[in-house]
């Protein structure tokens, strides 16, 4: 590449031999050697391809530099050409294919908007049809978690290992509350299912509840020697000492019904369980710390009592946003062909 300072007027060096006037004027290497790492052909050569290039062919170089204004034309012509060879040689494949180095308006080529015109119609189809597909999945899933948690319920199965395949299903125990081996696994906003949240009077009204925790219960069975690990419901954060709700801590032998949950895996960046602070739901973990069987149920809406916690805790309504992603994919497809056409078409 040429230099700004060897871009001065060489009037006074034209009685040199004019290759090496050459390499004085144009290169700056006036002993005439290859430095190490450069290419093997020889520097007047790409001069002379350069010039013939631009125009220059067959001009003599003692003429050249005679005249000061045509010579400073033709390094300034050799410099810009020789800087866009390197950025050419430089630039990434894909930014030479879409025609970004050599026109100063940096068009895509037609043949590449012509593949794009007949991708992005296919693609965003096809992805249109896959979320369609996910709506249906996700609203047949919907509809059998409320059927099954809407199921009569049954007596949980002396067989603990049937439980994997009964999540959501209601189940009836009957025993006694051991509250003073409670776990809390939050914080979590309350889930308000109907009237639900009316039927305690740790909150007034569903609307503007604040964080909480879950209360988690061991219970122990009477019609066998089992205890297991029951989610009663909701509270507030300042609700979360038993102290601060005795009226609610349900004494002696009752009857509940529940729905069957199993572990629950740690979602991303969700901090880790401690001995004393839960964050999600780790069947086994909690068991062992409890001392009970691992078997978790969640208590429905109507076990909730005056003062205490909220039931009704679990989540049937899944997120179904594969609408908005079908309208977004169906945008995308005539906005994307329109920009193609009236810019590159």
Same mark, same amino acid.
């Given at each position: ?64 530099? +005679?005249?000061?204004? #045509?010579?400073?034309? &033709? @390094?300034? /012509?050799?410099?810009? *050409?020789?800087? $866009?060879?390197?950025? !050419? ?116 009204? +569903?609307?503007?509840? #604040?964080?909480?925790? &879950? @209360?988690? /219960?061991?219970?122990? *069975?009477?019609? $066998?020697?089992?205890? !297991? ?117």
């Amino acid at each position: 590449m040429i230099k700004s300072k060897r871009m001065r007027w060489a009037g006074h060096v034209t009685r040199m031999e004019k290759t090496r006037n050459a390499y004085r004027i144009l290169v700056g290497k006036p002993e005439g050697k290859r430095p190490l790492g450069r290419p093997r052909r020889r520097w007047v050569d790409n001069i002379k391809m350069d010039l013939r290039e631009i125009g220059w062919d067959g001009m003599d170089w003692i003429d050249l530099a +005679k005249d000061r204004d #045509q010579w400073r034309a &033709l @390094v300034n /012509t050799a410099m810009n *050409l020789r800087l $866009r060879m390197l950025i !050419i040689k430089e630039e990434d494949v894909t930014r030479v294919f879409l025609g970004q180095c050599h026109s100063s308006g940096s068009q895509l080529p037609t043949v590449a908007a012509v593949v794009l015109s007949q991708l992005i119609p296919t693609t965003t189809f096809g992805l249109g049809t896959w979320q369609v597909q996910r709506r249906k999945w996700k609203r047949q899933l919907i509809a059998d978690l409320k059927t099954r948690t809407n199921a009569a319920p049954r007596d949980l199965p002396l067989d603990l290992e049937e439980l994997s395949q009964l999540e959501y299903c209601p189940v009836r125990v009957q025993g006694q509350f051991e509250h003073s081996r409670e776990l809390y696994i939050g914080p979590r906003t309350l889930i308000a299912d109907g009237d639900a949240a009316s039927q305690s009077s740790l909150t007034t009204h +569903k609307s503007g509840v #604040q964080s909480g925790y &879950l @209360v988690v /219960t061991p219970f122990h *069975l009477s019609d $066998r020697d089992m205890t !297991i690990l029951v989610n009663r419901g909701w509270v507030p954060a300042n609700h979360k000492n038993p102290n601060t709700r005795k009226a609610g801590q349900v004494e002696g032998e009752v009857e509940i019904v529940g729905v069957v949950r199993l572990t629950e895996k740690r979602a991303p960046f969700m901090p880790k369980n401690q001995p004393h602070a839960w964050f999600y739901r780790d069947l086994p973990k909690m068991a062992e710390a409890a001392g009970t069987e691992p078997v978790f149920l969640e208590a429905k809406a109507e076990t909730t009592v005056p003062g205490g916690p909220i039931g009704g805790q679990t989540r049937v309504s899944l997120r179904d946003e594969h609408l908005s992603y079908l309208l977004t994919w169906l945008v995308h497809k005539p906005s994307l062909l329109c920009y193609l056409k009236f810019y590159y078409l």
